[in-house]
């Protein structure tokens, strides 16, 4: 099993920057892809930005250029450094690991973020 929990969310002004932190604890050698996840209200939820274990990459088109995912591998930590923050940002973000091997998904809890205009 994983856990993992967010921390970092708030209520932030329109073009201010927000990190948000994801401590991942236990089997966390079968993840190979973790991502952060947003769901507004009344939204789907969606991918905001992923990193595999081999380092690559990706964001949603919304966030490209301000948003930057990174992991520290020493602390089992996941971020997302978020910039130039706007109001249509405010969701709850989450973060998720996935591990291939057993075709297993886990979440945190949530942490909110309100940007503000």
């Known amino acids: 099993q994983v856990q993992l929990v967010e921390s970092g969310g708030g209520l932030v002004q329109a073009g201010g920057s927000l990190r948000l932190s994801c401590a991942a604890s236990g089997n966390i050698g079968s993840i190979n892809v973790m991502d952060w996840y947003r769901q507004a209200p009344g939204k789907q939820r969606e991918m905001v930005a992923g990193?595999?274990?081999?380092?690559?990459?990706n964001y949603a088109d919304s966030v490209k250029g301000r948003f930057t995912i990174s992991r520290d591998n020493a602390k089992n930590t996941l971020f997302l450094q978020m910039n130039s923050l706007k109001p249509e940002d405010t969701a709850v973000y989450y973060c998720?690991?996935?591990?291939?091997?057993?075709?297993?998904?886990?979440w945190g809890q949530g942490t909110q973020v309100t940007v503000s205009s």
């Open positions: 998720h690991g996935f591990a291939l091997l057993h075709v297993k998904h886990y």
């Open positions: 990193i595999t274990n081999g380092g690559g990459t």
